[in-house]
């Protein structure tokens, strides 16, 4: 192995420390690491030029994805200071200088991140790194001594140093020793670091206090539904079955102790509520269904859920709201923003701040401990999670996170239907239910249809709803015959309109489109 070589493993394995290690004391602390405060300031610059990226928006998976991609790149760049730092040995301490402030550069820009802790841990990854770095390249001096006759070619090389074998044999062992710690370190810092956050997200869900029974609750009956078909997705989503959308590269830990609401803004009286002071409210429950606008025609980023919270409107009448204010944006700890307008919100449907979700208290990936639902709105102008703030303003004043990221502002839930059943691209031949749900949310679903292999279209049996906040399950059974066959699925909304068969994107406000399933029998 060539000295390069090893100097590259050196400058990797020495940013592999430095990273491993500085994940601890935020993982320790709570909030942003330095990579997440950096891999959230891409997610920020470049979800909006990213349109495909976007438009998935942060899938747990993209999340994993972008995480990784930040660690790559800096193992990269590793490789390059390694030997770039054996002919100028200052290239090393001046790589891990900038690295320590491009992390806390990004961490000063993250709400989530803790300013003192991002500055230490900075300064203990920098440090790490040079150290591991330059124990590394000292071993490689004696055989750059060896190779390289004039003892002034090189700098490393300027030291007088001993060209025995046995020094030689000594330094190979030593670079193999520090290279096993520093993977060490990096493969230790991170695990620890992991197992630290995911033990704090398990102590803070078993710790959340439980809610109070809710004052009014949809009728059960309502909510049993006539039919169930293997495979249709249920009238009601288990919490952990629940889509989840956000932007946060790690979950935010809210302590429901410290936590505060605060009312802001072209209001009366401005605020600040406790989660205690909320949760003694008079609460409600309402089933609502939500959905992403990054759904694709035929996707699962939607579901239905019952909140549990304070109507928005009781919040607002005591703050009350001017009528010159246009605009009520929700922010969360994250920095993360969604504004609607006012009207919207206080039109009479479901506009809740939400406290729980199926019966128990939000779940931190829901946006414990407060997020707002307002019913017939896409999440990413209304559905603001681990809210801090709800402030009063103008549709000119402010945009919300994804406004300037190419998303519309204005965003009401589309009419859709989803075909869930068949499943399988192969289905045998008899009596045969074909399923789904359809959605408009407070405009309700009246009508569903199907449509055979461009037959007639076929009015499909719907479920029960609790109201029309919600989705609606459908179900048509038909005698399959063997073949290739497709299906379509269309609604009409309780207003009589029917779903728009015109095919759009997600961006800029949301997919439309019939969504069509193929299918063999045999
Ligand atoms: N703080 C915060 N709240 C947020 C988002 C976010 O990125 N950050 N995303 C929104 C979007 S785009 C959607 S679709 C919904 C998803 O809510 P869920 O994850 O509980 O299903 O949350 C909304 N609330
Ligand atoms: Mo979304």
């Excluded at 461009?454 to 906040?469: C, F, N, Q, R």
């Amino acid at each position: 192995m060539t000295t390069r070589t090893r100097a590259s493993i050196a400058g990797v394995v020495a940013v592999a420390a430095a990273l491993g290690i500085s994940e601890l004391p935020t993982a320790a602390s709570g909030g942003s690491s330095l990579i997440t405060a950096v891999g959230g300031r891409f997610v920020d610059r470049f979800a909006g030029s990213l349109k495909d990226f976007a438009v998935r928006t942060f899938g747990t998976g993209d999340k994993a994805a972008l995480v990784i991609g930040v660690v790559v790149v800096a193992l990269l760049i590793g490789a390059v200071i390694g030997p770039q730092s054996l002919r100028r040995r200052w290239i090393g301490a001046a790589a891990f200088g900038a690295f320590a402030l491009l992390g806390v550069a990004c961490g000063f820009a993250d709400p989530q991140a803790k300013r003192l802790v991002i500055i230490g841990s900075a300064i203990l990854a920098a440090s790490v790194g040079i150290v591991v770095l330059y124990a590394m390249l000292r071993l490689l001096e004696p055989a750059m001594a060896a190779k390289v006759k004039a003892p002034t070619a090189a700098s490393v090389a300027a030291r007088p140093m001993d060209r025995s074998p046995g020094n030689r044999t000594a330094s190979r062992r030593g670079f193999l020793v520090w290279t096993g710690a520093g993977t060490a370190v990096a493969v230790g810092g991170a695990g620890v670091s992991r197992a630290i956050r995911s033990d704090r997200l398990t102590v803070a869900v078993r710790n959340r206090p439980a809610l109070p029974a809710p004052a009014s609750t949809p009728a059960p009956g309502l909510i049993a539904q006539p039919f169930s078909v293997e495979g249709l997705t249920p009238y009601i989503v288990p919490t952990a079955d629940f889509y989840r959308i956000d932007t946060a590269l790690i979950v935010p830990q809210v302590n429901p102790a410290t936590w505060k609401l605060k009312i802001t803004g072209m209001v009366d009286h401005p605020f600040e509520v406790t989660l205690d002071e909320l949760a003694a409210m008079e609460l409600v429950e309402q089933p609502v269904t939500i959905a992403c606008v990054s759904n694709e025609v035929g996707g699962d980023l939607i579901g239905n859920a019952i909140w549990r919270g304070v109507p928005l409107k009781k919040l607002l009448d005591r703050a009350g709201v001017h009528p010159d204010a246009t605009q009520i944006v929700g922010r969360s700890v994250d920095g993360f923003t969604a504004g609607f307008p006012t009207a919207v919100g206080l039109d009479g449907r479901t506009a809740l701040l939400a406290l729980g979700m199926n019966g128990e208290p939000l779940t931190s990936k829901h946006g414990y401990p407060a997020r707002l639902i307002i019913a017939g709105l896409y999440g990413y102008v209304s559905a603001t999670k681990w809210l801090s703030e709800i402030k009063l303003t103008t549709l000119d004043a402010v945009d919300g996170y994804w406004i300037p990221r190419g998303w519309a502002k204005e965003a009401p839930v589309k009419t859709e239907s989803r075909i869930d059943v068949p499943r399988s691209s192969r289905v045998s031949s008899g009596r045969t239910a074909v399923a789904g749900v359809a959605w408009a949310p407070t405009r309700g679903i009246s009508k569903v249809e199907v449509q055979l292999d461009s037959g007639d279209w076929a009015v499909a049996k719907l479920g029960a709803v609790a109201s029309s906040d919600t989705w609606v399950q459908w179900m048509y059974e038909w005698d399959a015959k063997p073949g290739n066959h497709v299906i379509a699925v269309r609604a009409t909304d309780g207003t009589g309109a029917p779903q728009t068969a015109e095919q759009a994107d997600p961006a800029p406000d949301g997919a439309s489109g019939y969504h069509t399933r193929r299918f063999a029998v045999s």
